[in-house]
């Protein structure tokens, strides 16, 4: 009798499960037949010649921004930027190279690659590669400075208003997921991850060992400003201090195949040593699985500021010609069962932005301290200058301390670290730089405003409360260059940081950090008070 009820039900099931199939399969087909159809018809009779590649590269990324930030077309360019980002290597000059506001322009030479030998200095404005004015090309100039090994090239540039050129011999590029580890004292290691290409982990393994036979006993792990990358690196970096077998990341997905957990697999090198993690705003992905992780096993203390909060997983997927698809599958969960997802893409509000999540739940970690999903990792102690301000963000993304680097760099020559002092009347040349830089930066109480301004509804309330919301916009404008004092300490640090990599590299920064990082004198701190580190923990 059970088996006669058994299998309609089963039948049923596969039936509503087969339709569904076929339902989404019919939706799918329509819409490529639709567009497909337009596609060429748009093409065949507009009015002008079009340019079906770029309508085309148009069209799907207009698609794809409804979706995520992260769910992206990759043309070959791209996959070859993606393939250079994870393994690590390359031939070309390097640097960091990078558009914008149309102009192509050096960030960051690094020390003893061929940018740096032919004179190549952070704020150059490269105006010629080879025999190609950079000003003329639509797509990414930076493919001209890479190039067989070995394989010569002429760069023109501007700098600080003089027109210049070098030559560049192209070399192999490494580029190291650990650029730096030193002792701090002498029982304190420190360790800077700066991502999770294929290297972190052997990298980072290597530097913990040379560390303990140094003497190292207490170990600081440094992801500040790391991105992240890949998943399989972040676990296995976790694995250094962690048993094997240990649950470290789940993923969770509406496709079944991407529902995973994923556990350590090799035993690891030090599962006692004190550990101190830091991470910031641009702490990110990989970063966030292993700050996470280790803050929910209770394996590490958490110091900085709260990280960005990504907590999703991309998968590049293969298409024709050389293209990829770089599509978010699946949502990431800590050991406590947490996603620490800051922002929902996929319930907007009415103009159809994403959401940042304010509601939180609780979870705890291994030894049941309390721990918060949704806004990104929350560190056990939270440093006020690296939490993320809405003026310091615009302030680096526009440019602005870049720029006033590049100025204060050719104006203040030094030649030692321990003459380098960023002064109060320093800063206050700052301001005044802000101020004649044209800057301008929206607060989100200004776009508030906005919207309301643009609205029917302020209509209905008569021109007085029109005219007095407009006097508020007004106001917050004068008073909002303010914040430059308000977050001082914040922006000074990105300043401070901006300029030492100038004058000193990125070893020159790292060393600096040792005696003058406020992060680095608590992790420090925490770490020599092992009463207090432990309290912490439990």
């Known amino acids: 009798m059970k088996k006669k009820i058994i299998i309609p039900i089963l039948a049923l099931v596969i039936l509503l499960v087969s339709s569904s199939f076929r339902n989404d399969f019919f939706e799918i087909a329509k819409q490529i037949e639709i567009f497909t159809t337009m596609f060429k018809e748009l093409n065949m009779n507009y009015v002008d010649e079009t340019n079906p590649a770029e309508l085309m590269d148009t069209a799907i990324k207009s698609m794809l921004e409804e979706l995520d930030p992260y769910t992206q077309f990759m043309n070959e360019q791209d996959v070859e930027g993606f393939k250079i980002n994870t393994a690590g290597e390359y031939s070309g000059i390097g ?22 030998k032919a004179g190549l200095k952070a704020g150059d404005e490269i105006i010629r590669v080879g025999n190609t004015n950079v000003s003329e090309l639509k797509e990414d100039a930076t493919e001209l400075l890479k190039g067989s090994n070995k394989s010569e090239v002429t760069i023109g540039f501007k ?21 730096y580890f030193n002792m701090i ?40 400003n790391n991105p992240g990358g890949l998943l399989t690196e972040a676990i296995d970096v976790c694995n250094l201090f962690v048993h094997k077998n240990q649950l470290i990341v789940s993923t969770k997905s509406k496709v079944k195949k991407f529902n995973k957990e994923y556990h350590t697999r090799k035993n690891p090198v030090d599962t006692e040593i004190p550990l101190v993690v830091l991470i910031n705003g641009r702490s990110a992905s990989a970063s966030e699985i292993v700050s996470g992780a280790l803050q929910d096993l209770d394996r590490a203390v958490i110091v900085g500021g709260k990280s960005f909060g990504k907590g999703l997983v991309q998968r590049p997927i293969k298409l024709n010609y050389g293209t990829q698809l770089k599509v978010t599958i699946s949502r990431y969960y800590t050991p406590s069962g947490r996603c620490i997802q800051s922002t929902d893409y996929w319930n907007r509000d009415e103009e159809g932005k994403a959401v940042i999540k304010k509601d939180f739940n609780e979870f705890h970690t291994l030894n049941g301290r309390k721990v918060y ?7 056990d102690i939270a440093l006020d200058h690296l939490k993320d301000n809405g003026l310091t963000s615009a302030l680096v993304e526009n440019q602005v301390i870049f720029d006033f680097a590049t100025n204060y760099y050719y104006k203040h020559p030094i030649e030692n670290i321990a003459d380098f002092n960023f002064t109060a009347t320093d800063y206050e040349q700052f301001k005044t730089f802000v101020k004649s830089h044209g800057f301008s930066y929206e607060t989100n109480t200004e776009k508030a405003l906005k919207d309301i301004m643009r609205s029917e509804e302020i209509n209905e309330f008569g021109s007085q409360i029109k005219a007095d919301y407009q ?43 040792l005696k003058n990082d406020q992060a ?11 009463a207090h580190y432990q309290q912490i923990l439990n």
């Open 95 to 116: 640097a960091v190279v990078r558009n914008f506001e149309g102009k192509l322009v050096v960030v960051e030479p690094y020390k003893g690659y061929p940018a740096d």
């Open 159 to 179: 700098r600080q208003g003089e027109s210049k050129t070098t030559t560049v011999t192209r070399e192999e590029i490494e580029i190291d997921a650990v650029p």
């Open 185 to 224: 004292d002498a029982q304190t290691g420190y360790i800077v991850l700066s991502k999770f290409n294929s290297k972190a982990s052997k990298q980072t393994k290597d530097a913990l060992e040379n560390l303990k036979s140094k003497g190292a006993k207490k170990i600081i792990l440094d992801l500040r």
């Open 373 to 379: 999903d949704g806004g990104g990792v929350t560190p």
């Open 471 to 513: 006097t508020l916009l007004e106001d917050i404008e004068t008073v909002k260059l303010s914040s430059l004092d308000q977050y001082k300490q914040s922006i000074q640090k990105n300043i401070e940081d901006e300029l030492i990599i100038r004058y000193f590299y990125r070893d020159g920064l790292y060393d600096y950090y």
């Open 520 to 530: 680095i004198t608590e992790a420090t701190a925490v770490l020599t008070d092992s």
